[in-house]
């Protein structure tokens, strides 16, 4: 519920009046709607969506493609901000933990993330997924029953809404030891307690609609932590225990206050 004083319907107002522009013909196309006219030639994802045509084999209506990009927005940045954002709240009260990650950054001996060197960062992987399990950044995804099925036992009919609550299942103690506690060790041999169910733990969602960001997610993550890691000590204030909210997106409420203080000063 976009309710006022939220950042939900500072959004929501933002999207209404990049729909009205487009609306108005003053659009993502240069003012021509209905045709690819100033979509250019580019390899960008607006680009595409401009020359793109649907199965009709017509364009994108303005209204279509600013919606689809404020969706791309939304779903790339907000939610890998806040895994990070947890993840600096988690790596901020832990300098042992903080150490060993930054160490195994150090040990790539190199200014920069290197493509190459993306698949030697083994424990940041599983500090990446423990966050995500304790605070999935889509906490819960949505679907509805196109015919009637069962479900567990359940008879549940056609057009159903249903929710699957990833926050619940990745800390279900039927699949996971202290689910509560900050471990990232479950997820490393030989425990992999991710395995002990082929969904209880699924921040990226999964079938036909899996998160194609993924991999650029983790990526991304990595090049932040790196070049953080490398350059500063991270402190959170003595036991420091925020407020966490679910709503537009999970993330500490206070917006994480550190104190940076840079490494060889
Ligand atoms: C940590 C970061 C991310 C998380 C946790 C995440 C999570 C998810 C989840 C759970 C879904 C499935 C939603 C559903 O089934 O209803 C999804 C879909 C999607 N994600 Fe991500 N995502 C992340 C990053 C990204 C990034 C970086 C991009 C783009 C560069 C992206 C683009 C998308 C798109 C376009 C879809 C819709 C796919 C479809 O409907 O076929 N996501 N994401």
Same mark, same amino acid.
């Given at each position: 519920?976009p309710?006022?004083?939220?950042?939900?319907?500072?959004?929501?107002? =933002?999207?209404?009046s990049?729909?009205?522009?487009?609306?108005?013909?003053?659009?993502?196309?240069?003012?021509?709607?209905?045709?690819? =006219?100033?979509?250019?030639?580019?390899?960008?994802?607006?680009?595409?969506?401009?020359?793109?045509?649907?199965?009709?084999?017509?364009?994108?209506?303005?209204?279509?493609?600013?919606?689809?990009?404020?969706?791309?927005?939304? =779903?790339?940045?907000?939610?890998?901000?806040?895994?990070?954002?947890?993840?600096?709240?988690?790596?901020?009260?832990?300098?042992?933990?903080?150490?060993?990650?930054?160490?195994?950054?150090?040990?790539?001996?190199?200014?920069?993330?290197?493509?190459?060197?993306?698949?030697?960062?083994?424990?940041?992987?599983?500090?990446f997924?423990?966050?995500?399990?304790?605070?999935p950044?889509?906490?819960?995804?949505?679907?509805?029953?196109?015919?009637?099925?069962?479900?567990?036992?359940?008879?549940?009919?056609?057009?159903?809404?249903?929710?699957?609550?990833?926050?619940?299942?990745?800390?279900?103690?039927?699949?996971?030891?202290?689910?509560?506690?900050?471990?990232?060790?479950?997820?490393?041999?030989?425990?992999n307690?991710?395995?002990?169910?082929?969904?209880?733990?699924?921040?990226?969602?999964?079938?036909?609609?899996?998160?194609i960001?993924?991999?650029?997610?983790?990526?991304?993550?990595?090049?932040?932590i790196?070049?953080?890691?490398?350059?500063?000590?991270?402190?959170?204030?003595?036991?420091?225990?925020?407020?966490?909210?679910?709503?537009?997106?999970?993330?500490?409420?206070?917006?994480?206050?550190?104190?940076?203080?840079?490494?060889?000063?």
């Amino acid at each position: 519920m976009p309710a006022p004083g939220r950042p939900h319907p500072r959004g929501s107002g =933002a999207a209404r009046s990049a729909d009205s522009r487009g609306a108005r013909g003053r659009g993502v196309r240069g003012g021509r709607p209905g045709s690819s =006219a100033g979509a250019g030639d580019g390899e960008d994802v607006l680009s595409h969506m401009c020359r793109e045509r649907n199965e009709q084999g017509e364009f994108f209506s303005d209204q279509e493609i600013t919606q689809h990009s404020t969706f791309l927005l939304f =779903a790339a940045h907000d939610t890998t901000t806040s895994v990070l954002s947890h993840m600096v709240m988690y790596l901020g009260g832990r300098p042992e933990y903080q150490e060993v990650l930054r160490q195994e950054c150090m040990a790539l001996n190199s200014d920069e993330l290197e493509h190459n060197d993306l698949d030697k960062l083994p424990e940041f992987e599983r500090c990446f997924e423990e966050v995500m399990r304790l605070h999935p950044p889509v906490p819960m995804s949505m679907r509805r029953t196109i015919r009637e099925t069962e479900l567990g036992g359940h008879r549940v009919p056609a057009n159903t809404l249903l929710f699957m609550p990833t926050c619940y299942n990745q800390r279900d103690p039927q699949y996971w030891t202290n689910p509560d506690e900050f471990d990232p060790s479950r997820f490393a041999d030989p425990r992999n307690e991710h395995k002990n169910h082929s969904y209880c733990y699924h921040p990226f969602g999964g079938g036909a609609h899996k998160c194609i960001g993924m991999h650029f997610a983790l990526m991304l993550s990595k090049c932040f932590i790196f070049h953080l890691l490398r350059n500063y000590a991270v402190a959170t204030p003595p036991n420091y225990s925020p407020a966490l909210d679910w709503v537009p997106i999970p993330k500490p409420a206070d917006g994480v206050p550190i104190t940076l203080t840079a490494i060889n000063a």
